[in-house]
């Protein structure tokens, strides 16, 4: 008998519970009137982990499919622009060693690969960045990515978002429960059932009884409730490669209401790791993430303070053990893990809400019919996930081998060769040769980190790759343009973009237009 | 420079405003916001439109009068203007200010001693200044009505963006960005509850004079076509 799958059981109410929920239940919302639902159950007691502020542009087009407004999501969320990251003391250590990973391509990046007319001089005394895209610039001005008459959801730069994590599960559970018909249970989850076959019939609560359901999403976080506790599913452990194991988080109020607000990602690195620092309308979130083997906790809320400043002592900061690794599997049986449950790495470029979305969104597409096909989908959903995460790892790593800094141990023995995985030193081999572009290395359709992303940490960090003269001849024109354009575009938009905080400001008094 | 204070009948009895239309004057302009009572006489004119407030990004109406910053294609400098104006323009340099009138003393409008007087000698307000307190009475009344009417349009999703690309016989082209129509598809794919409701506020009716007044684009455009074969006749008259 062939068993339709019509009941999707989500267990977990954090960002990667409400998250998927909502992109599922907007994808088969035709569906609901023939059976099809979405349930969330959540205990009432374990909290959400309310961090994780920074996300990737991938989020305009999540939000939009599950029918959210823009403005109301500013509004509620107390979100704000991200338009890339500014690696501060990664490559030196020194007071002005900084770069950006920016969120535009280089200019005409289809077309032509600017780094190596970049690398043979071709973009004068300009960084890589300011040579091939303006966004470096607009983040120097504290611009916004738009304007106030830019319809919602569309951009004039690219852009991301910082958002106040602790309102964006709230936020998407009203949206969730009252637009798209989400049942949402207040519940602990006791005990799992499971059938003959090792999947799983149904969950039972303390408060709300046994849940049945067809398909199971684990969103437990990193207590891994399904996947990893009733199923088995090993945990393979990444620190052996990236170091960094706590973090220390803290908001940090403006000092006066008018502070501008950064439209990007503050990364600094300390002695043993790096401090995060999230520009939100409301208030600063920052944190350290380090490595507890490279420092004691004492000694990194000194780096952290000296950081923030003497009024860390009024802030209550907060310790989070981070445990960096994914599952050995995402989908086993009738279960798929999502979020935390599924794994984590150190949020160095805001990989893991990326990951949910693109986990949702695969899960929703291919959703099986029947439990006959599930493994198929399920053997697919693991190779691909598999490859994103192996993907990630190999570019957080990117950041630390390219330092020079030597001032202490955590530096040092992120460039030892045994932590650094195979296939990141076979490219970085390659690199030397050949700068990597979208056609040579990266394929895949939804590819996490596109070949643009490495040449901006690449070229940032100072990385050579060796270019022969003779090799740019044909397109030395082409790219004398594209770099002239570029220089025209940053004067065009550092002129008629507004200053970020007061386009928030502007969001928030009269809001977008849908259009 | 702008000087905007309350009319009294004391203080300016002697004031004269230079009504007329005229680039000096401010009329100069390409876009102009319009109310929705004024649609029947400006479609017959003027190509009427959304367009986005610079500084709130909230959509208003408006007439074009042309292509270009600060053309104004329906000017006849010397002649009263022969289209309808829009009543932003009639207003000159009158405000409202609370429920007060309010004017512009720093207008180049009112530089002397031509123009229409606002006061008879004995203090009473002639019929030019009863005219102006009943047009900025109407536009306080009708800006408010067709914000109405937009959320309206806005909540039916029956606005879409335009774009309005032209070439000239000097080869020169233009493409007007940032205006927003009636979305005919849209308009059709209504349901019918949706349109009887459209039809009984009266919105139905400003739709299609939207929806007309389209028409009037390409009329602007032959209009600056003359213009611009005015002016490069002339040049090459001079050159003769
Ligand atoms: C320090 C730090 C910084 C981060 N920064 C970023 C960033 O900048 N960008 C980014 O993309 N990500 C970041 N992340 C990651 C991000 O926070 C998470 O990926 C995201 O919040 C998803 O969390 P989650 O929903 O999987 O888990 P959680 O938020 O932990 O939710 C778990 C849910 O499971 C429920 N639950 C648990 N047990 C039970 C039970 N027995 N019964 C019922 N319900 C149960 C809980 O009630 C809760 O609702 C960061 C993470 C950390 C630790």
Redesign the interface.
């Known amino acids: 008998m062939v068993r339709p799958i019509h009941n999707i059981v989500i267990v977990g109410g954090g960002t990667a519970g409400w998250l998927t929920a909502g992109v599922i239940a907007a994808r088969h919302q035709g569906r609901m009137k023939t059976g099809f639902t979405v349930t969330l159950v959540e205990s009432p007691s374990i909290g959400i982990i309310g961090v994780g502020e920074g996300t990737w542009p991938t989020m305009r087009a999540t939000l939009e499919k599950i029918g959210v407004s823009e403005t109301d999501f500013f509004r509620e969320c107390d979100s704000a622009f991200k338009q890339g990251a500014k690696f501060a003391r990664w490559t030196t250590g020194a007071a002005d060693d900084a770069y950006y990973h920016p969120l535009m391509l280089p200019q005409g990046f289809t077309q032509l690969n600017l780094a190596p007319h970049w690398l043979g001089g071709g973009g004068g005394d300009r960084t890589f960045c300011d040579a091939v895209c303006p966004q470096g610039a607009l983040c120097d001005d504290g611009l916004a990515p738009k304007m106030i008459t830019t319809p919602e959801y569309q951009a004039v730069a690219n852009y991301a978002y910082h958002l106040d994590a602790g309102k964006f599960a709230p936020f998407l559970q009203k949206h969730c429960t009252q637009k798209l018909g989400v049942r949402h249970v207040l519940a602990d989850v006791e005990s799992v059932i499971q059938a003959e076959n090792g999947d799983i019939a149904s969950i039972r609560t303390k408060q709300a009884g046994e849940i049945p359901g067809d398909l199971f999403v684990d969103c437990s976080g990193f207590s891994a409730l399904l996947l990893g506790k009733t199923l088995g599913v090993g945990f393979k452990d990444c620190s052996d490669v990236l170091f960094c194991d706590t973090a220390l988080a803290v908001q940090v109020p403006y000092e006066r209401a008018s502070d501008p607000i950064a439209s990007h990602t503050i990364s600094t690195a300390q002695s043993a790791g790096w401090i995060w620092d999230i520009g939100l309308p409301t208030r600063r979130g920052t944190g350290y993430v380090y490595s507890s083997r490279h420092s004691s906790e004492d000694a990194a809320h000194e780096e952290l303070a000296r950081y923030v400043g003497p009024r860390i002592k009024e802030l209550s900061v907060r310790k989070i053990p981070i445990r960096s690794g994914h599952r050995e599997l995402f989908w086993k049986n009738n279960c798929v893990a999502v979020g935390l449950a599924a794994g984590f790495l150190e949020p160095l470029e805001a990989s893991a809400i990326v990951l949910v979305e693109l986990s949702a969104k695969l899960i929703s597409e291919q959703m099986p019919a029947n439990r006959e096909v599930m493994d198929i989908v399920a053997a697919r959903f693991n190779e691909v996930t598999g490859y994103r995460w192996g993907r990630i790892i190999d570019f957080l790593k990117l950041h630390y081998v390219l330092t020079k800094r030597t001032d202490s141990r955590f530096w040092i023995d992120n460039v030892d060769p045994a932590s650094v995985p195979d296939r990141l030193k076979n490219l970085l081999h390659l690199w030397k040769y050949r700068s990597p572009w979208f056609f040579d290395e990266f394929d895949r359709l939804e590819e996490v980190f596109p070949a643009a992303s490495y040449q901006y940490v690449l070229y940032g960090m100072g990385f050579r790759t060796e270019v022969e003269p003779e090799d740019n001849e044909g397109t030395q024109s082409m790219a004398a343009r594209l770099i002239s354009e570029n220089a025209t575009l940053t004067r065009q938009l550092r002129a008629k973009l507004p200053k970020n905080r007061d386009l928030l400001q502007k969001i928030f008094d009269h809001g977008l237009q849908p259009i | 420079m702008t000087n905007v204070v309350i009319l009294n009948s004391q203080l300016h009895r002697t004031l004269r405003v230079q009504a007329g239309a005229s680039a000096r004057f401010g009329d100069d302009r390409r876009f102009v916001q319009v109310i929705a009572n004024e649609f029947p006489l400006l479609a017959i004119h003027y190509p009427v439109f959304f367009a986005?407030?610079?500084?709130?990004?909230?959509?208003y109406c408006g007439a074009m009068l042309g292509f270009d910053e600060g053309e104004n294609l329906f000017l006849e400098e010397g002649r009263p203007q022969s289209a309808y104006r829009p009543l932003n323009l009639q207003r000159g340099p009158f405000y409202t200010a609370g429920n007060e009138l309010a004017v512009d003393l720093d207008s180049p409008r009112m530089d002397g001693e031509a123009g229409e007087a606002l006061f008879t000698p004995a203090g009473e307000p002639t019929a030019y200044l009863e005219s102006i307190k009943a047009a900025m009475r109407e536009l306080r009344d009708g800006l408010e009505r067709t914000k109405i009417f937009i959320d309206t349009l806005?909540t039916l999703k029956l606005?879409?963006?335009v774009n309005i690309k032209v070439g000239f016989d000097d080869g020169t082209k233009r493409d007007v960005v940032?205006l927003?129509t009636i979305s005919q598809d849209a308009l059709r794919g209504l349901p019918d509850a949706d349109v009887l409701e459209l039809f009984r506020r009266g919105y139905l009716h400003l739709i299609y004079l939207m929806i007309a007044s389209l028409k009037q684009v390409p009329v602007l455009a032959q209009k600056k076509n003359r213009r611009i074969l005015a002016q490069s006749e002339s040049l090459g008259l001079a050159r003769l």
């Open positions: 986005k407030d610079a500084d709130t990004g909230a959509f806005m606005i879409e963006p940032g927003y």
